[in-house]
């Protein structure tokens, strides 16, 4: 299956610690280029991510954002090193009697490193929470590009079937065209009072066969409709083989649209370069 390299995912996680909100959303790119924006304490997870989106994606500008809130009630909180502190006012009380003098204030013992210390979360378990998050917002994420992709694939095979079936009224009007052309000549010579000889006609006729020739194209028309929906059934990142191909058609219409001395022929030319260009512009978005 071909993928899409559009796309947008959203999870929202959430735990005792608060909740979080992951965003991820791409457009086409003609390599991957990976963007992140998440809040500071969380920028570690960042090689991870790109880590992540490298084995699953080839291609796409991709931005991943998260968002955090931390639940009010579970910040973090101060706690008393009790066994410190009293250490301390004992010292304290201890040299001030020593001294003389009795000005202990409580404020200084609480500054003192160590006696009031702050309970942090569990970084680690909220960081593991988060990923757990990531990865479903990037399986969503696959699924929306395959899900798109397929019915990019389903557009293209239409106009293939439409580059066949121009091709297949070309081939079919050829021997009428020729004939008609074939009676042109015939009357400009009698129109110039000519009688041609068997031989001369022959010539003309042969001329007039060779400029208008088209079954090459039209083989290699049917060939690259064959090959481009082959590779459509093989999936995967076949963006770059698929714009190749495009390029194919062209010139094969191109050169049945300067071989053409017909107006069917240059209406189906025309139909063609519609057709291709419709194609191209889906594959611009594939992966």
């Not at 947008?8 to 963007?35: C, H, M, P």
């Not at 009007?173 to 006609?201: C, N, V, Y």
């Not at 049945?256 to 025309?270: C, H």
């Not at 370069?273 to 194609?279: P, S, T």
Request: glycine share 6%.
């Amino acid at each position: 299956m071909i993928h899409s390299m559009t796309a947008f995912a959203r999870i929202e996680v959430k735990g005792d610690w608060g909740n979080a909100i992951w965003e991820i959303r791409s457009v086409n790119q003609r390599y991957l280029e990976t963007y992140f924006r998440m809040p500071e304490q969380f920028r570690g997870l960042e090689p991870v991510l790109r880590e992540r989106f490298r084995k699953q994606l080839n291609r796409g500008k991709v931005e991943c954002n998260l968002r955090f809130n931390a639940n009010p009630a579970t910040k973090s909180k101060l706690s008393l090193n009790t066994a410190l502190a009293e250490q301390l006012i004992q010292h304290a009380t201890s040299i001030g009697e020593a001294a003389g003098v009795n000005n202990l204030n409580p404020l200084d013992i609480m500054k003192w490193p160590g006696v009031m210390e702050v309970e942090e979360a569990d970084m680690d378990a909220i960081s593991a929470e988060l990923m757990a998050g990531f990865d479903h917002a990037l399986k969503d994420f696959i699924l929306a590009r395959a899900s798109e992709g397929s019915n990019m694939a389903e557009l293209i095979e239409q106009r293939l079937e439409g580059i066949n079936q121009q091709a297949t009224a070309v081939k079919a009007h050829m021997p009428e065209i020729i004939l008609w052309q074939r009676e042109r000549i015939i009357e400009k010579f009698k129109d110039a009072g000519i009688d041609p000889d068997s031989t001369r006609l022959e010539q003309e006729l042969v001329m007039l066969a060779q400029k208008m020739d088209v079954d090459e194209e039209i083989d290699r028309l049917y060939s690259h409709v064959k090959e481009t929906k082959k590779i459509l059934q093989k999936g995967g990142a076949q963006g770059r083989r698929l714009d190749f191909m495009m390029q194919e058609f062209n010139r094969e219409a191109n050169t049945l649209g300067s071989k053409s001395i017909n107006t069917d022929i240059t209406a189906a030319a025309v139909e063609l370069k519609v057709l291709i260009e419709q194609m191209r512009e889906q594959i611009q978005n594939i992966e």
